[in-house]
């Protein structure tokens, strides 16, 4: 007789996946190892940083806080995360080792401020010589003696100094550039100064190309106003400039001294007075020295706007290439354009 029972169909359950601790896996934000890679390095979490960040080796975190100290053990390092200053617990050393450790880091601290006052002390006595040696120089050896010897203290430690300050301040004031600016501007005229145009290559600003000519077509009659041609350059296309040098600025100021004396004895020993005729050398120079760098700086600005670049033709390549150029101007004409 069969039964009626229905067998009991049992259903298992299933067993609960094991969470993955993926939040709980550490690794070093320096070295990015984890826990399978060092199993016995220690772990420290030094800030306030939250997720994958927050762990790091303690060995690894101690050379990276040696990189940001340089040297100096009582300085704050912080977490380049979150910005947390980490807490550095240093063991004494003993009273002697900590009073050593004071010394040192007080000697770094002020070695920067020593150094600078050693540097501008150096600087400042040699002034104080140089100005000494232009008195000397320019009153003469014993009036300069007697002055300096008369002076008030506080005036020879003011006033020596200041010589080659002033001799430098001095130099830096370029008169020339201001005469050159007046002679290449469009207001001035050659023809209100015959006499300047005999002594100075100023050219009429008739005359510049860029310009067109003086003399038009009406009979040989000038026209005030010609507007300049299509192929002239516009205005202001030519500008003279002459950078600052420091160190010819340096060695000219120091240097004057030494020429205005050779020059007042050379070609004005007439005077008795040592001091003017030092004071005349050096008037004389700088006037003479000027006359003739206004010359060399006309000359070239003239030259500068009388220049153009032609077309790259084989026969300007010809004609202006210098025979030295060799290999250079025969690949030149071979790529110019034959017309």
């Known amino acids: 007789m069969a039964s009626n029972e ?71 390092v912080c977490c380049p995360q979150c910005q947390s200053e980490y ?21 770094k601290r002020i070695s920067p401020f020593l150094t600078a006052g050693v540097i501008v002390g150096s600087f400042y006595w040699m002034a104080v010589t140089y100005g000494a040696v232009t008195v000397l120089q320019t009153v003469g050896y014993e009036e300069g003696l007697d002055l300096m010897e008369r002076a008030e203290p506080i005036v020879l430690l003011i006033g ?31 023809r209100k100064f015959p006499m300047l145009n005999l002594l100075l290559p100023i ?39 002459d950078p600052v040098s420091a160190t010819r600025v340096l060695c000219g100021a120091l240097l004057l001294p030494t020429v205005s004396s050779v020059v007042g004895r050379v070609f004005f020993d007439s005077i008795q007075n040592n001091f003017q005729r030092v004071l005349v050398g050096g ?21 500068k706007k009388q220049r153009r670049i032609l077309d790259f033709t084989p026969e300007n390549i010809r004609k202006y290439t210098t025979a030295s150029s060799g290999p250079q101007q025969q690949r030149a004409e071979q790529n110019a354009p034959r017309v």
């Open 87 to 107: 807490i550095i617990v240093l063991p004494s050393m003993g009273t002697l080792a900590n009073v050593l450790e004071g010394i040192d880091t007080m000697i």
């Open 160 to 190: 020596l100094p200041a010589i080659p300050v002033g001799l430098i301040l001095g130099r830096m004031i370029r008169w020339e550039e201001f005469v050159l600016r007046f002679l290449q501007t469009k207001s001035f005229s050659v």
């Open 203 to 241: 050219a009429s600003l008739e005359d510049d190309p860029a310009y067109g000519s003086s003399s038009g077509g009406n009979g040989g009659e000038s026209s005030p106003q010609q507007p300049p041609p299509t192929n002239g350059l516009p205005p202001g296309t030519v500008v003279s400039s």
């Open 283 to 303: 008037f004389a120079f700088v006037a003479i020295k000027g006359a003739l760098k206004i010359y060399y700086r006309q000359k070239q600005y003239n030259r």
């Open 6 to 76: 229905t067998p009991e169909v049992v259903v298992a359950a299933a067993a609960p996946k094991p969470e993955v601790a993926a939040a709980d896996e550490r690794y070093c934000w320096v070295c990015f190892a984890t826990d399978e890679d060092d199993k016995l390095a220690p772990w420290v979490q030094p800030c306030n940083c939250r997720g994958a960040t927050k762990w790091v080796h303690q060995s690894c975190l101690q050379r990276w806080v040696d990189e940001k100290q340089k040297g100096n053990t009582f300085k704050r």
